[in-house]
């Protein structure tokens, strides 16, 4: 009996910052979230989670560095 197997696809920290639209650097001091794997050394996450936690540092006042979103206006 054949085991069946899907092929899960991570982003690397260049990646995610691609997704997102911002600058590797950026990313990284933005404080990304826990990796969801780590390929030796290597983290990586699911779009799902960088969407997640992009959109939790948006509800955050005031500016974002490096998001690819547009600060709320307020009125």
Request: charge should be positive.
């Amino acid at each position: 009996m054949e085991k069946s197997t899907t092929t899960q696809h991570y982003l690397s920290t260049l990646e995610a910052a691609e997704h997102l639209g911002i600058t590797r650097q950026q990313f990284t001091r933005r404080r990304p979230p826990t990796p969801v794997v780590m390929v030796g050394k290597t983290p990586g996450w699911t779009k799902e989670v960088l969407d997640e936690w992009d959109a939790g540092l948006r509800k955050i006042p005031g500016r974002v560095p490096g998001s690819k979103h547009p600060k709320k206006e307020e009125g």
